[in-house]
């Protein structure tokens, strides 16, 4: 299991992960999302030693990351897939990997074979790789010690559509056999499919954590209006929550027969008016990050 809590980092007056707190359980996938700089990438590299904590702790199985023996038989982690070594080929990378954590040659074929990358291929050096070409390697390093725990950072970047599937499957089959996964993005759509927990941070602070059924019981209600304006202020004069979802609609805590009554009595047209369901996890997900942005961060 993996287990954060209180956890805060700040770079001088910067604060990039603000007394976050969450778990990830085995067996499950845990999708981590948010915007670019929202703390996602500071978190995991806490959690995998890579970063001092300023306040809190981040352990796995009970353990600091760099408490752990051989830590790459029991935790894989893929932080950033350009990071490899660009003169060395595919091949060499998971050598390299296999000796330091004293497993057999053999399992750097097995890798290789999981990841698609042929025989041709892991002799390239990884310089000349496309991007997706090092996620499957980098994935490939991830899960060469067998691992019980995996923690990836924004795995999907650069796969063509056929190697994001191929990635789901071969998450959802890791988890499926008892394996902790902690995956961060910030696509809702990319591990939604995915994620038995999802956890929502922005501006380095959760602001909504459980499964996506859980996330949707309190979507509420869904209103677009000719004249936003106008009906954001007759919700609130009328004690309702108008918080915008992104794209000109709100969403509001009420019902949709009350937030249609008070349209009525003040005259507000309507365009579109629903429970929050069904999209309303993505819509959830833009008014919760709205005011989160910090396009460009490396937080």
């Given amino acids: 299991m993996i287990t954060v809590e209180g956890l805060t980092k700040t770079f001088g007056d910067f604060v990039a992960v603000d007394d976050v707190s969450f778990e990830c359980r085995p067996g499950r996938v ?21 970063t001092r904590t300023s306040q809190g702790s981040a352990t796995i199985g009970g353990h600091r990351y760099a408490d752990i023996p051989n830590p790459g038989l029991h935790v894989g982690v893929l932080l950033d897939a350009s990071a490899q070594h660009g003169g060395r080929t595919g091949r060499e990378v998971l050598t390299l990997g296999a000796r330091t954590m004293g497993l057999p040659s053999s399992r750097v074929d097995e890798m290789l074979e999981l990841v698609s990358l042929t025989p041709v291929e892991a002799k390239r050096r990884v310089k000349n790789y496309s991007l997706g070409m090092r996620q499957r390697l980098g994935i490939a390093h991830a899960l060469l010690g067998d691992p019980s725990v995996l923690i990836l950072d924004e795995p999907a970047n650069g796969l063509d559509p056929a190697g994001i599937h191929w990635m789901r499957g071969l998450l959802r089959d890791y988890a499926n056999r008892g394996g902790t996964v902690l995956l961060s993005s910030h696509l809702l759509h990319e591990v939604e499919v995915i994620a038995d927990e999802l956890i929502v941070i922005g501006q380095g602070r959760i602001v909504a954590q459980g499964t996506k059924a859980e996330l949707l019981q309190t979507a509420g209600t869904y209103v677009r209006a000719a004249d936003s304006a106008a009906i954001a202020a007759a919700l609130e004069t009328n004690g309702m929550t108008a918080l915008p979802s992104g794209d ?31 999209a309303g996890l993505e819509e959830m997900f833009l008014q919760l990050t709205a005011e989160t942005q910090r396009e460009g961060d490396a937080a």
Avoid at 35 to 48: D, E, Q, S, V, Y
Wanted: hydrophobic share 40%; proline share 6%.
């Fill in 30 to 50: 845990t999708g981590f999302l948010g915007p670019n700089g929202a703390g996602k990438t500071t978190t995991m590299r806490i959690l995998t030693g890579l």
């Fill in 248 to 278: 000109g609609g709100f969403r509001s805590d009420a019902e949709p027969a009350q937030v249609g009554k008070v349209a009525a009595e003040e005259g507000i047209a309507l365009v579109e008016l629903r429970p929050a369901d069904g």
